[in-house]
């Protein structure tokens, strides 16, 4: 189980434990969260759930893949800390992660 | 039942019933939501059924849109393992097999598609399956493995998912096509061609024009598929995917409008100001083609799930999307935007050998459609540039040195 706090674009907060194992994506869908769509439920294929990573959290959360990073590229509201969710692997290593949604999902 | 009729009935379960139920919720809709289900499963994906849940890689619980206490939580009442038989649209209320009738206020049909079968003899052989369901995806699974032989009888893009999980599982696999080449429906000659030579390359043999006229059993149990001209290809388990018709008699019994899929408006609102139909069931329009058509995909449920969300709960419409759907296949990742209508030619970026290219549909300046295979960049920006109906130049565009962000400026 690891913390994960989603914020929305809006500033409204989630605070979720997420089971280890679980995307960052699935954790948001599985709770029900806006702005974290998912449509193609994380193939990396579709880029519907772009979050911005906490600045403090960016390097624990791992490397792109160059496939993400190429559907991010064309995402909108793209920034450095940008990732998808769905690349992100909850880990132990990850209890009090911090993301946010942006604009283009709300 | 009832006597004030408030609240969403949902018949169907499935992605989109699943997904317009959580985003009703979302958006602040208090009313009661029913949402109502032949199979015994809480809503869930289909998509991995055929590649990633088939090989291994994912279980039931990542297979489940939301987790099964989200239902009561969210105040959604979820009627599984049954069937709603009759809709009443002048008492505004819903048969169920088993004899319950519920009321509603507004309706929602999202009763999907079903899986064709082939009325020929041998058909009902054990070993004799079709994909739509996890059922079916249990019972498929359980027949392949090492030495396994899978025979595809429908070269679409579930039976080429399924041949590409098959071999991953340590068996063999042949796909017998009834056109002269696979994905003929929906996709373009270049992409069967590389989709064909790409399995080919890994083992899978294809039989194109095939006419399929028996299943040939032993036991009870299906040990060939007989061709047209008296061949019989040996396998140990045959899959159809022959196309999937839209569960729609409820709405047509109920007299709304049925044209191939139940015919919806922009909101997926049918004829009835009380009814939505969102999923694989509908046929909608599509503005960007000027036309209607019947789209089978997640990203059109999610789309229609959101439409109707966004009417009964009184919120602005959601912007028009541009349609999209992807496959996997080994180590292929193929994505698929846009609908290739009125398309006068097709234009191959990238490199069809080393399987990083897209197949762009031109009319005109325009990009009707886009098949990308390991090509992200190709299909996100050939998506947007399709949304936007955006002219580009087709030199540039099929100059690979030139980047995508450079070809849309």
Excluded at chain 2, 107 to 115: D, F, K, P, Q
Excluded at chain 2, 256 to 261: D, H, P, S, T
Excluded at chain 2, 327 to 337: I, V
Aim: aromatic share 6%.
């Amino acid at each position: 189980m690891a913390k994960v706090t989603y914020v929305e674009h809006s500033g409204a907060e989630h605070v979720i434990d997420v089971k280890t194992g679980l995307s960052v994506m699935e954790g948001a869908v599985k709770h029900n969260i806006p702005g974290i769509d998912a449509d193609c439920g994380g193939a990396c294929a579709c880029a519907t759930c772009h979050v911005y990573v906490d600045e403090a959290w960016v390097a624990k959360t791992g490397e792109k893949s160059a496939m993400e990073e190429s559907m991010l590229d064309f995402a909108e509201n793209v920034e450095p800390t940008s990732r998808l969710s769905c690349q992100i692997k909850v880990t132990d290593a990850l209890d009090g992660l911090i993301i946010r949604m942006p604009e283009s999902q709300h | 039942m009832s006597e004030t009729h408030s609240g969403t009935l949902i018949i169907g379960a499935g992605h989109a019933g699943g997904t317009v139920a959580a985003l009703l919720r979302q958006y602040g809709y208090e009313a009661p939501i029913a949402m109502v289900g032949e199979e015994p499963l809480a809503p869930y994906q289909r998509p991995p059924l055929s590649k990633a849940w088939l090989k291994g890689e994912a279980d039931a619980d990542s297979l489940a849109l939301r987790p099964d206490s989200f239902y009561a939580e969210a105040n959604i009442d979820l009627v599984l393992g049954v069937r709603a038989t009759t809709i009443h649209r002048a008492a505004k209320t819903a048969d169920l097999s088993g004899g319950r009738t519920l009321p509603y206020e507004t309706l929602i049909i999202a009763t999907g598609a079903r899986a064709r079968t082939l009325p020929i003899p041998g058909a009902d052989l054990r070993g004799v399956l079709t994909l739509r369901s996890a059922a079916d995806a249990e019972a498929l699974k359980a027949l392949l493995g090492p030495g396994k032989r899978l025979a595809v009888i429908g070269g679409g893009y579930i039976g080429l998912e399924a041949t590409a999980s098959a071999l991953a599982l340590g068996g063999s696999a042949v796909v017998l096509e009834r056109e002269p080449r696979i994905l003929a429906r929906v996709s373009c000659e270049a992409l069967s061609t590389f989709f064909t030579d790409y399995h080919r390359a890994r083992g899978v043999a294809f039989e194109v024009n095939a006419m399929v006229e028996s299943l040939e059993g032993a036991g009870g149990h299906v040990t060939g598929v007989r061709l047209a001209g008296g061949r019989t290809i040996a396998c140990d388990v045959a899959l159809i995917g022959v196309g999937a018709p839209p569960n729609e008699e409820i709405a047509r019994d109920a007299g709304l409008e049925c044209a191939g899929g139940i015919v919806v408006d922009e909101h997926a609102r049918t004829a009835d100001p009380a009814i939505f139909a969102i999923g694989d069931v509908t046929k909608r329009p599509l503005a960007l083609y000027q036309r209607s058509f019947r789209l089978e995909s997640v990203a059109n449920a999610l789309e229609q799930a959101r439409q109707a969300a966004c009417a009964i709960t009184g919120r602005p419409a959601p912007a028009q999307e541009v349609t999209w759907n992807w496959s996997d296949q080994y180590d292929l990742k193929y994505q698929f935007a846009g609908m290739p209508f009125d398309v006068d030619d097709v234009l191959v970026r990238g490199d069809m050998a080393a399987a990083k290219f897209a197949v762009f549909h031109l009319k005109g300046d325009l990009i009707q459609a886009v098949e990308a295979v390991n090509a992200p960049a190709e299909f996100m920006m050939g998506k947007r540039l399709i949304g936007e109906r955006r002219p580009i130049s087709r030199e540039r565009l099929a100059d690979t040195t030139i980047s995508m962000k450079e070809v849309a400026a």
